[in-house]
C-alpha cells in the first residue's frame, strides 16, 4: 500500500503561474524526495529534504517539510509548459534506501 | 550505459502465459528495485536487491511472481500464469549503495507496460 496521499490529484494552471502540490505520509522518514514523470516515461528524481530540514531550494523548486505533521509542498515558480508531467513525493525508510510513493499529482500547464 | 534500460517497453500476453521482464541497471549500481505501477497510482515497491542478494520480496503479490539477479547486474522479473489484474507498468530503478545521501536517489528506466489479454 501507498505511504500516503497528494493533494490534489490534478492541477491545470497557466505558463508563468505557480503550482503547489502538497503530500501527507504516516510514518517516520530518513527523508523525502520528489520525482517528475512525463507520460509514458519513467520517473526522474527532482529533489531530496532530509527528516532534519525545513526547507530547500533548487532552481524553481522549493520544497518544504513538517515532520510535525508528516507533511511536505513542493512548490514550483514561474511554471512552464514542459513542466506538465506527475508529481510523486516518496518517503525514505529510516536506512534510507527503501522509497515509499504516493499517489502523485497530475499537473498541466497550459502555454 | 548511460542510464536504467528495461526491455520489452511493452509487452501483450494472453492470460496463464508466462512473461519475463528484463533490467539493465546503471554500470556500477549496486541496489536495484521493481515496482509495479497501476494506471494513474504512484508505483508500489515489490522487490529489492543489493548486488545479487534479494533483502526484500515483501511486495510481490503472490508467488507467481519472481525475481533474480544472479550476477549482481542484469535483473529479470518473470511473471508466472500472468493474470488480467498483473496489467501494469513494470518498473525497475538502480542506486547506489553508498555515499551518503547518494545512496538515497533511485534512478528509474522507462518501464515495461505489460497488457493481459
Known amino acids: 500500500s501507498q505511504q500516503g496521499e497528494e493533494d490534489p490529484q490534478a492541477l491545470s494552471i497557466q505558463e508563468g503561474e505557480n503550482a503547489t502540490m502538497n503530500c501527507s505520509y504516516k510514518t517516520s522518514i530518513n527523508n523525502l524526495q520528489w520525482y517528475r514523470q512525463n507520460s509514458g516515461r519513467g520517473l526522474v528524481h527532482l529533489i531530496l529534504i532530509r527528516s532534519n530540514e525545513r526547507e530547500k531550494h533548487s532552481g524553481r523548486l522549493r520544497v518544504t517539510l513538517d515532520t510535525s505533521k508528516k507533511s511536505s509542498s513542493l512548490l514550483i515558480t514561474a511554471s512552464r509548459a514542459a513542466d506538465t508531467a506527475s508529481y510523486f513525493c516518496?518517503?525514505?525508510?529510516?536506512?534510507?534506501?527503501?522509497?515509499?510513493f504516493g499517489g502523485g499529482t497530475r499537473l498541466m500547464v497550459k502555454p | 550505459g548511460a542510464g536504467v534500460s528495461q526491455s520489452p517497453r511493452y509487452k501483450v500476453a494472453k492470460r496463464g502465459q508466462d512473461v519475463a521482464l528484463r533490467c539493465d541497471p546503471i554500470?556500477?549500481?549496486?541496489?536495484l528495485f521493481w515496482y509495479q505501477q497501476a494506471l494513474g497510482q504512484g508505483p508500489e515497491f515489490l522487490t529489492y536487491f543489493q548486488n545479487e542478494a534479494q533483502l526484500d520480496k515483501s511486495g510481490l503479490p503472490s508467488d507467481r511472481f519472481f525475481a533474480e539477479r544472479p550476477e549482481g547486474s542484469v535483473s529479470t522479473l518473470k511473471i508466472q500464469r500472468t493474470q488480467q489484474e498483473d496489467s501494469a507498468v513494470y518498473l525497475c530503478?538502480?542506486?547506489?549503495?553508498?555515499?551518503?545521501?547518494?545512496?538515497?536517489?533511485?534512478?528509474f528506466g522507462a518501464g515495461t507496460r505489460l497488457s493481459v489479454l
Open positions: 516518496a518517503t525514505a525508510n529510516n536506512a534510507g534506501n527503501m522509497l515509499t
Open positions: 530503478a538502480s542506486s547506489l549503495a553508498w555515499g551518503g545521501l547518494a545512496k538515497n536517489i533511485q534512478y
Open positions: 554500470s556500477g549500481h549496486v541496489s
